[in-house]
T-cell receptor, first 110, second 115 residues
Framework: LAKTTQPISMDSYEGQEVNITCSHN???????ITWYQQFPSQGPRFIIQGYKTKVTNEVASLFIPADRKSSTLSLPRVSLSDTAVYYC???????????FGAGTTVTVRA | DSGVTQTPKHLITATGQRVTLRCSPRSGDLSVYWYQQSLDQGLQFLIQ???????AKGNILERFSAQQFPDLHSELNLSSLELGDSALYFC??????????????FGQGTRLTVV
């Protein structure tokens, strides 16, 4: 049973907003939702983390509904340099394997 | 710069050989995680150490081993190398021991090529 489900890929254009939704139906009460970004041949980079409602930083916003069974990463006004793989991570205390899954490949076109 | 240092950056070796990958975590971070990323594959968790003790184990092969030293740096040893071991190996560190609920910092990786 997958801990998180997110789209395999998304395409966008420069200047648009990109929203990536992640499903995590079995999220535990004390688990946070964390998103990472990875460029080819580089290590992942932490983007944002949240527990409920909305979190915003200089890079992105994270929207979490009251039931916490999903979350949406919002990237405002993307540029070509935002082309990357985005991973959604949710803690799973029953399975401590800490793997990232396939992520969502976001391709931004000019 | 994440503050996590991995050496070497590139490594080319022959099948059957043994290599050691090194990771220096961010200053003050007690947790070190090792990941393997093969071509077009996701990040596969190998093993985690927290303050010198093994904390969690993923699908790490018996030919692979790791340790964390008193100064908190970590080494990943890969032996009897096979062509399929060619991959990017990442190290990450965090202050806490729960990667899923904290911010982790990844190094730039070691690209291992087995020929």
């Amino acid at each position: 049973l997958a801990k998180t489900t997110q789209p395999i890929s998304m395409d966008s254009y420069e200047g648009q907003e990109v929203n990536i939704t992640c499903s995590h139906n079995n999220i535990a009460t004390n688990d946070y939702i964390t998103w990472y970004q990875q460029f080819p041949s580089q290590g992942p980079r932490f983007i944002i983390q949240g527990y409920k409602t909305k979190v915003t930083n200089e890079v992105a916003s994270l929207f979490i509904p009251a039931d916490r069974k999903s979350s949406t990463l919002s990237l405002p006004r993307v540029s070509l340099s935002d082309t990357a793989v985005y991973y959604c991570l949710v803690g799973d205390h029953n399975d401590y394997k800490l793997s990232f899954g396939a992520g969502t490949t976001v391709t931004v076109r000019a | 710069d994440s503050g996590v240092t991995q050496t070497p950056k590139h490594l080319i070796t022959a099948t059957g050989q043994r290599v050691t990958l090194r990771c220096s975590p961010r200053s003050g971070d007690l947790s070190v995680y090792w990941y393997q990323q093969s071509l077009d594959q996701g990040l596969q968790f190998l093993i985690q150490y927290y303050n010198g003790e093994e904390r969690a184990k993923g699908n790490i092969l018996e030919r692979f081993s790791a340790q964390q030293f008193p100064d908190l740096h970590s080494e990943l040893n890969l032996s009897s190398l096979e062509l399929g071991d060619s991959a990017l190996y990442f190290c990450a560190s965090s202050a806490r021991d729960d990667l899923m609920n904290t911010e982790a910092f990844f190094g730039q990786g070691t690209r291992l090529t087995v020929v």
